[in-house]
């Protein structure tokens, strides 16, 4: 039976938009408790989000996790987003519930999340948990009492099964507590996969047939060519099961530009969550042939990536309630400022 935690249908022009899809980060002996493997921090990829983020490599050297913070705050203050939910990750495990750090590439506590939430009411928690972890139902009540809004996945590099029942007890506490499960679909190239077949929307049937709220990040799109393309199982899903949505998180990337407009073109904007997935980069240019190029120009020079990200899809037609939904779905135990 699910208790009265669960959030209302409300307005979406009375709510504040929200980007329910932001990455906390963090390194070693920051104070954070976060960790980043070494050869991730001197990775092309890295440097190329923190120069897009404004982050310089001293401030990576010597606090990363203060930088990155003030970074994302600043991008958010002069942004039509209101709220941010941002993310913890959790350590890797094998399904016996053994760490696995050996191949540990990222790592940000759900401690550190709720830190940053209370000095910052505009950040709303959403921690991560191993449901292998044999603490995993005690760290879920634990997130809960302190007010987690969702939890998220990231199935194929956390080495995570959803379709495991053991997870039902996990599943089952979640659906009570009104907390929606967030859990990575389609393709990943920012952390290292190590669990292919845990790709597919496929793999949330368990959690939605127990009657939590999923959302599918990405939407089972494709981020590279010759990827699996699960977006149109994805849309099928979407369509058979209420408790079933996604998100458009990293839809401003070149291969995911085109699903901006094609979930509208669908009719499947009513399952749909707005999220950046910041610190991705946005660049208007991937709409060429989408928007005029006087558009793409015009928003390239907006100097928050959350408010690029944000009027990228409102040009392309995303309806206002994409960026409030989340309200729906989260708990209401904190007041929120709504």
């Not at 959803?162 to 990943?188: C, N, S, W």
């Not at 073109?265 to 997935?277: F, P, Q, Y």
């Amino acid at each position: 039976m699910q208790d009265d935690s669960r959030s209302t249908v409300h307005d979406p022009r009375a709510l504040p938009p929200v980007d329910m899809h932001v990455h906390l980060c963090g390194a070693q002996g920051d104070g954070s408790g976060c960790f980043i493997h070494p050869s991730y921090l001197r990775s092309p990829l890295f440097k190329f989000m923190a120069w897009h983020l404004g982050v310089s490599a001293r401030n990576i050297r010597t606090n990363l996790a203060k930088a990155y913070l003030e970074a994302l705050l600043r991008h958010l203050r002069i942004s039509s987003i209101q709220k941010l939910v941002v993310f913890g990750h959790d350590r890797i495990y094998d399904k016996r519930g053994k760490r696995l750090d050996s191949i540990l590439q990222l790592y940000v506590p759900n401690e550190y999340v709720f830190r940053v939430c209370e000095r910052h009411p505009d950040l709303l928690p959403g921690v991560s948990i191993h449901p292998a972890r044999g603490d995993a139902l005690d760290e879920l009540e634990k997130c809960i009492q302190h007010g987690a809004v969702l939890v998220k996945w990231l199935p194929n590099s956390q080495n995570i099964d959803p379709l495991d029942r053991r997870y039902i007890q996990f599943y089952e506490k979640m659906r009570d507590a009104g907390l929606p499960l967030v859990a990575h679909t389609g393709g990943e190239h920012t952390v290292r996969i190590i669990n292919d077949a845990s790709t597919t929307p496929a793999c949330l049937q368990l959690a939605i047939e127990v009657g939590v709220n999923v959302i599918a990040a990405h939407s089972g799109t494709q981020s590279a060519p010759f990827e699996n393309d699960y977006f149109d199982l994805f849309c099928r899903m979407a369509e058979k099961h209420p408790n079933f949505f996604g998100d458009n998180s990293a839809f401003n990337i070149p291969w995911r530009a085109k699903y901006v407009k094609r979930v509208v073109e669908r009719g499947l904007a009513h399952k749909m969550l707005h999220g950046s997935d910041y610190p991705v980069p946005c660049y208007a240019w991937w709409q060429c042939g989408r928007l005029s190029f006087s558009e793409m120009a015009e928003i390239q020079k907006i100097p928050s990536i959350l408010e690029r990200d944000y009027q990228i899809k409102k040009r392309l037609g995303v309806p206002d309630d994409v960026f409030t939904r989340i309200w729906s779905l989260i708990p209401k135990r904190r007041a929120y400022g709504v």
